[in-house]
């Protein structure tokens, strides 16, 4: 069957994870007030040369370093979107981009570690001793514990500012599946109320001693919970839709509302897919989480990493342009910020960019701040003729269809 639709026949949301631009209203209950995630990078190279998201309008959002704005963008629209939701994480994020209003945010245990009774159900469960429990960086946390998990294959528990349990192991030693078991244990234990985290992540890590243990990331696997409503994904995957998911979009949603998904652990590798499906003939979205922004440089506070991450994309985005047909539309946003310069590791409460080109525009301009993400979702609803159910947040931007 014939699917239709009003301008695009493909629409391409690729999401920087975590590249915020500035504080949102309520960011002083959240610590954040300060953050800016896109201009503190670029100040610490001295100006950011990213001229395909310049070309788009980014500049005229905020003052970023190297950044000029500009004003005449006809194929590209512009502007700032504040999230409804109570929350700064990933899953929120991204769940109010397609149309769910998350009012209570996701639990953490980054200061105090999980509760032991969770601790002695997993070593019971799973027949491990568990080693760790606090909150540290994946590649750290390896250093110290790895050569003592290798030794009595015991299992690395581990948080972060995220609401997320990680359980690290060796691939060799306990091995991948016996992880991925693990995991599943985890993530049953983590639906109990006192101990729910959105996400239980398996970590494999590879080497033979504290000099070089590294981390599989394509091995790595998300266990998460499914949205909590109706997502702009079911509606359009249960219209015949294709909803194509890139990284780890797949995971964030559950699988829930997906017709294919290709995990991919850099960057560099999610670009590619995206690129590589320009040449295919589908009608539908594919949704794109660039995840290294926030794992590799935000949580790492290395805001000249982060930076040059960004000007990586922007040649990326490039290639993705020159590639794009008439009925396609790139939608470039994220979803929340990771300020590498602020204090802690956390991510910050930010609003963030949304550039949106297709070679059919011709009348883009900078538009009003929206106060939601989910105006994200609406838009590719309404472009494939369908509507948003009762609970959903957003309305569609109706300029790209002027």
């Not at 060796?170 to 599943?184: N, S």
């Not at 702009?232 to 699988?255: P, T």
Request: charged letters at 25%; hydrophobic letters at 35%.
């Amino acid at each position: 069957m014939k699917k239709e639709y009003r301008k695009f026949k493909r629409i391409f949301v690729i999401v920087a994870d975590s590249a915020g631009i500035g504080e949102e209203p309520d960011a002083a209950d959240f610590g954040d007030c300060g953050s800016n995630t896109f201009a503190h990078a670029a100040e610490s190279v001295g100006g950011l040369k990213a001229p395909v998201m310049e070309a788009m309008g980014l500049g005229n959002l905020d003052e970023i370093m190297g950044v000029k704005e500009n004003n005449d963008h006809p194929h590209a629209y512009n502007l700032a979107l504040r999230e409804t939701s109570r929350g700064k994480d990933t899953m929120t994020g991204h769940w109010e981009m397609m149309g769910i209003n998350t009012t209570k945010p996701f639990q953490t245990f980054t200061d105090t570690g999980f509760p032991q009774d969770l601790i002695d159900e997993l070593e019971r469960r799973t027949g491990h001793k568990i080693i760790g429990n606090v909150a540290a960086s994946g590649t750290e946390i390896l250093k110290e514990l790895g050569e003592e998990q290798m030794r009595d294959n015991s299992l690395i528990v581990y948080t972060s500012s995220d609401s997320v349990l990680q359980i690290a192991a060796h691939e060799e030693v306990t091995g991948l599946q016996e992880l991925y078991r693990c995991c599943e244990i985890a993530r049953e234990l983590c639906m109990d109320p006192r101990y729910f985290v959105g996400r239980v992540i398996a970590r494999p890590y590879l080497g033979t001693n504290k000099n070089d243990f590294r981390r599989v990331g394509a091995d790595r696997h998300d266990y998460t919970v499914s949205p909590t409503g109706v997502t702009a994904l079911d509606i359009l995957k249960n219209a015949g839709y294709e909803v194509s998911a890139i990284g780890k979009i797949n995971d964030i949603f559950n699988g829930v509302g997906v017709t294919r998904t290709i995990h991919t652990a850099t960057n560099e590798e999610g670009m590619d897919e995206a690129i590589r499906q320009l040449g295919e003939d589908y009608t539908g979205l594919c949704f794109v989480n660039l995840v290294e922004f926030d794992s590799e440089y935000g949580h790492r506070r290395n805001p000249v990493g982060y930076a040059r991450c960004l000007e990586a994309l922007d040649v990326r985005l490039a290639e993705f342009i020159n590639k794009m047909n008439d009925d396609d539309l790139l939608m470039v946003t994220a979803d929340h910020g990771n300020d590498p310069t602020f204090r802690g590791t956390d991510h910050t409460r930010e609003k963030v960019p949304l550039l949106m080109y297709s070679p059919s525009l011709n009348k883009g301009r900078k538009l009003e701040e929206n106060a939601t993400f989910a105006c994200i979702g609406a838009t590719v609803l309404h472009n494939f003729f369908l509507n948003k159910d009762a609970s959903m947040l957003g309305e569609p931007l109706m300029e790209i269809f002027e």
